[in-house]
C-alpha cells in the first residue's frame, strides 16, 4: 500500500517561530498536495507541487511556504507562525490524479 | 472556481437503518469526477466512492452508493444498512478532468458529522 508520513501528530509551537510540517511519500507520486482542515470550512488547498521543485500556489497560500527538493519528500513552512494557522494540516499524494493517498494530519497548536 | 456545498454539519442515523448526505456543487465544466471521503477519528482519509461525470450510471460500492444528478450539480451519497464503524465526517470532493491530469487537485465540501446511534 502506498503510505504518506507525516512527520507530527502533534505539534505546538509558538507565535513568530518559523515551522516545518513533512511529509512523505513511498510511491514515486508525482503530485503532492498541502491542505488546511478546519471546522466547517472543509478542506482548502494551501499549495501543490507536480514535480521536485516545482510548486503551484492552492486557494490559501497566504503566510506559508512549501519545498520539494526530493520527489518523495513535500515540506510546509509557516515562515512566522501566528495564531490563525492553528489548525489540522494534510498531507496527500497523487499519481496522475486518479488515486490519492492522505497522510494522518498534524495538528498544529499556534500559543 | 468550482465549489462544493454540503449544508448537513451533522446527521444522524440508527444502525441498520438508511441516511443520505447531500452535496451540491458549481462548475462550468462538462467533464469531471466527484469523489466521496471518510475521515474517522483517526484521521485517515478513506475514499468511499467515486464518480466520472461523463458516467451516466450511478457508482455503487456495497452498502455506499450515489445519486448523481449531473443537470442539477448534485451529487448525494446514501448509506444503507448503517453500521457502528460509518461513523465519521464525510467530505465530498470535485476534480477537474482538464489540465492533463498533472494535478488533480481537490476541491472539498465543509464536511458532514454522520452519527451512528446502536
Known amino acids: 500500500d502506498v503510505k504518506v508520513t507525516q512527520s507530527s501528530r502533534y505539534l505546538v509551537k509558538r507565535t513568530g517561530e518559523k515551522v516545518f510540517l513533512e511529509c512523505v511519500q513511498d510511491m514515486d507520486h508525482e503530485n503532492m498536495f498541502w491542505y488546511r482542515q478546519d471546522p466547517g470550512l472543509g478542506l482548502r488547498l494551501i499549495y501543490f507541487?507536480?514535480?521536485?521543485?516545482?510548486?503551484e500556489k492552492g486557494d490559501i497560500p497566504e503566510g506559508y511556504s512549501v519545498s520539494r527538493e526530493k520527489k518523495e519528500r513535500f515540506s510546509l513552512i509557516l515562515e512566522s507562525a501566528s495564531t490563525n494557522q492553528t489548525s489540522m494540516y494534510l498531507c496527500?499524494?497523487?499519481?496522475?490524479?486518479?488515486?490519492?493517498?492522505f497522510g494522518s494530519g498534524t495538528r498544529l497548536t499556534v500559543v | 472556481a468550482q465549489t462544493v456545498t454540503q449544508s448537513q454539519p451533522e446527521m444522524s442515523v440508527q444502525e441498520a437503518e438508511t441516511v443520505t448526505l447531500s452535496c451540491t456543487y458549481d462548475t462550468s465544466e462538462s467533464d469531471y469526477y466527484l469523489f466521496w471521503y471518510k475521515q474517522p477519528p483517526s484521521r485517515q482519509m478513506i475514499l468511499v466512492i467515486r464518480q466520472e461525470a461523463y458516467k451516466q450510471q450511478n457508482a455503487t460500492e456495497n452498502r455506499f452508493s450515489v445519486n448523481f444528478q449531473k443537470a442539477a450539480k448534485s451529487f448525494s451519497l446514501k448509506i444503507s444498512d448503517s453500521q457502528l464503524g460509518d461513523a465519521a465526517m464525510y467530505f465530498c470532493a470535485y476534480r477537474t478532468s482538464a489540465g492533463g491530469g498533472g494535478y488533480g487537485k481537490l476541491t472539498f465540501g465543509q464536511g458532514t458529522i454522520l452519527t451512528v446511534h446502536p
Open positions: 507541487s507536480y514535480d521536485v521543485k516545482m510548486k
Open positions: 496527500a499524494s497523487s499519481f496522475g490524479g486518479r488515486g490519492y493517498t
